[in-house]
T-cell receptor, first 113, second 111 residues
Framework: NAGVTQTPKFQVLKTGQSMTLQCAQD?????MYWYRQDPGMGLRLIYY???????DKGEVPNGYNVSRLNKREFSLRLESAAPSQTSVYFC????????????FGQGTRLTVV | GQQVMQIPQYQHVQEGEDFTTYCNSS?????IQWYKQRPGGHPVFLIQ?????EVKKQKRLTFQFGEAKKNSSLHITATQTTDVGTYFC???????????FGAGTRLFVKA
């Protein structure tokens, strides 16, 4: 089993460009999450999907959109990238919502110049 | 809103010394999880604590959940170089829904 797979691993964008980060899990988990990690700030929740067909905002949703394409896939889109969105992005999944063990992908290191 | 504070931010130890990181929540938690992230890696789940006063051990790691379910600690006995990385706590709020991560404690171990 691959677990949680994220693509791409690295990306450099120019300010104003758009891109989609892809995430897929093969563990039949119901819940999926997108976090960003910045130095000294831990992991901050961007968006989450408690179950297929639902998505909700987390702590820092501004500038992002998400799509829960099916039970396996949860994508994160930056419509108009800004330097403040330079960060490491992690996708995660869990069996059934917050409070259950989360499995993280390898991360995407995004730089916006 | 709910906050989870973690201290210290950094800790340098000599190999063989002990290490402790502390996590404090502004609200009562239903459970707390601990994760480890190696440098350049992704967070990996270590353990979950649910009961008031709970203590769990994993080899040299001891995890505690406070009686009031508002604080937790991770203690490593006799650190090894393989222990390097950042340790995060993640608290799940009783009345809420989301899990909040602490900022993490980065452990450096000198051989």
């Amino acid at each position: 089993n691959a677990g949680v797979t994220q693509t791409p691993k690295f990306q450099v964008l120019k300010t104003g460009q758009s891109m989609t980060l892809q995430c897929a899990q093969d563990m039949n988990h119901n819940s999926m999450y997108w976090y960003r990690q910045d130095p000294g700030m831990g992991l901050r929740l961007i968006y989450y999907s408690a179950s297929e067909g639902t998505t909700d905002k987390g702590e820092v949703p501004n500038g992002y959109n998400v799509s829960r394409l099916n039970k396996r896939e949860f994508s994160l889109r930056l419509e108009s990238a800004a330097p403040s969105q330079t960060s490491v992005y992690f996708c995660a999944s869990s069996v059934s919502g917050f409070g259950t063990e989360a499995f993280f992908g390898q991360g995407t290191r995004l730089t916006v110049v | 809103g709910q906050q989870v504070m973690q201290i210290p931010q950094y800790q340098h130890v000599q190999e063989g010394e002990d290490f402790t990181t502390y996590c404090n929540s502004s609200t009562t938690l239903s459970n707390i999880q601990w994760y480890k992230q190696r440098p350049g890696g992704h967070p990996v789940f270590l353990i979950q604590l649910v009961k008031s006063g709970e203590v769990k051990k994993q080899k040299r790691l001891t995890f505690q959940f406070g009686e009031a379910k508002k604080n937790s600690s991770l203690h490593i006995t006799a650190t090894q170089t393989t222990d390097v990385g950042t340790y995060f706590c993640a608290g799940h709020n009783t009345g809420g829904f989301k899990t909040i991560f602490g900022a993490g404690t980065r452990l450096f171990v000198k051989a």
